[in-house]
Every structure is written in C-alpha cells, then in structure tokens.
C-alpha cells in the first residue's frame, strides 16, 4: 500500500490545508474577556506569570470547563481539571489528569471522555510516577556524551528498584 503522499503529493497537501482550515475555524482565540459570551470548555495554555488572565477567563465563564495544559496548577473550583502531557505529545499520546477534592466528578468525567476521544490514554497515579522516572531517565541520556549514555543504558537496569507491575502497553511513551 502506498502512502498517499507518494502518490499525488500537491494533492495531499491540499487536502491536508484544507482540514486544517476547517478545524481551524472551530476554535475561537481572544484577548478580550469581554467578547466571551459562552463556552463549553476552556484549554488554559498561560504559563506562570499569566495567571491573571487565567484567572479573569475563569470568572467571565464561570460554568464552562477549564483545561489546564501545563499539569502544574492546582485546580480552583469544581470544573477545572489540570493536564500534564508528556512529550513528544503526537507520539506518546499520554496524559496524566490532575484533580483535588474541588474537582467535580462531572468534570472529570468530561475531561477524561475529551482526551479518549482525541485517542490519550490517562495515566493512573502509579503508572505516572514510571512514565515520569522514563522521561527523566531520558532526559538526562540526551544530555549526556555518547560514552555516557551507553554506560547509562548498561548499568541503570541492574540499579533500577522494583516498581509495580504495568501493562506492557503503558511502557511505550517513546
């Protein structure tokens, strides 16, 4: 079978442009609070020292759910979920869901049926902490010389702890 690229490439690309200007059309991307009048979701990419306008966007929709993409924000009311994608995010697919008592059970469902729908598995708690150690471990092998990461790759098995047995699937971030 051919990959339709090799068989009409101009063609694809078209194709390819023009989905993307028609998912494109979906989202509505503002600055001004004042021009939102209603929406079902929120995906809050603000880095740290945004959080005024996160803060604000939450208040001028106070009904609709809040995504937060960073993983690292605690939520602040019953419809906000914080997400932590790991990376590389077309590759791996993953996500671990970030919640606290706050959280409803509404919304955490919403959010959890959103990423199955875009094709994400959502880390449990245990199998996040080995996909975390995986990524650092990787990390730290891309920092390293050639030497070094050979070494690394011999030796860390024999130094690894025990961890919880995890479906074979669930060890494919990379």
């Known amino acids: 079978i051919l990959n339709p690229i090799h068989r009409n490439p ?6 390819q442009q023009k989905l993307a200007e028609k998912n494109f059309k979906k989202i509505n991307v503002t600055t001004d609070l004042s021009k939102i009048e209603a929406a079902d979701q929120i995906i809050d990419a603000c880095s740290a020292d945004e959080t005024s306008l996160f803060s ?8 609709a759910t809040i995504i937060s993409l960073n993983g690292d924000k605690s ?4 419809n906000h979920v914080s997400v932590k994608m790991y990376s590389p995010i077309c ?18 469902d919403e959010v959890n049926q959103l990423l199955d729908s875009m094709g994400f598995t959502v880390l449990s708690e245990e199998d ?3 996909a975390d150690r995986l990524v650092q471990d990787m990390q730290q092998v891309e920092k390293s010389s050639p030497l ?3 070494a690394s790759i011999l030796v860390n098995p024999l130094n690894t702890p ?3 047995s995890v479906q074979k699937e669930q060890y494919l971030l990379f």
């Open 10 to 15: 101009v063609n694809f690309f078209q194709q």
């Open 56 to 63: 604000h966007a939450a208040k001028a929709v106070p009904n």
């Open 75 to 78: 939520p602040i009311h019953s």
């Open 91 to 108: 590759e791996t697919k993953t996500a671990k869901m970030f919640t606290n008592s706050k959280v409803s059970k509404k919304t955490f």
């Open 128 to 130: 996040s902490q080995v």
């Open 148 to 150: 070094s990461r050979l």
């Open 162 to 164: 025990v961890t919880p």
